[in-house]
């Protein structure tokens, strides 16, 4: 099966930065597209930003300037830079791949989600 293990978070203060990663590993063939998801206590799981495959992008409008999503295709890896951090990006951030097993079946991907990882702002 495939696994995805969530890394780098921490307490940090208001405007400080700091970088998370996800590390998939198992049956791979080939990975799709890769996202990172936060939930903050007492709120719904939404999504933070997406890369695709070929490389594009998306952030939502409220890290927009201040968080950068990038992969390591060759790793399986993907981060997350977070930049000037608020006390309102506290939350559990979680990893989501879309990932194919095997060459046989390369038109389906099959969901996964990692553990999650805290991150904390505060003063």
């Known amino acids: 099966q495939v696994q995805l293990v969530e890394s780098g978070g921490d307490l940090v203060q208001p405007g400080e930065s700091l970088t998370i990663s996800c590390a998939a590993s198992g049956t791979i063939f080939s990975i799709n597209d890769m996202g990172w998801y936060r939930q903050a206590p007492g709120k719904q799981r939404d999504l933070v930003a997406y890369i695709t495959s070929g490389g594009d992008t998306y952030l939502v409008d409220s890290v927009k300037g201040r968080f950068s999503i990038t992969r390591d295709y060759h790793k399986n890896m993907m981060f997350l830079q977070m930049n000037s951090l608020k006390p309102e990006d506290t939350a559990v951030y979680y990893c989501?791949?879309?990932?194919?097993?095997?060459?046989?079946?390369?038109?389906?991907?099959?969901?996964?989600w990692g553990q999650g990882t805290q991150v904390t702002v505060s003063s």
């Open positions: 989501k791949a879309e990932v194919v097993l095997d060459e046989s079946t390369w038109w389906r991907a099959e969901t996964y």
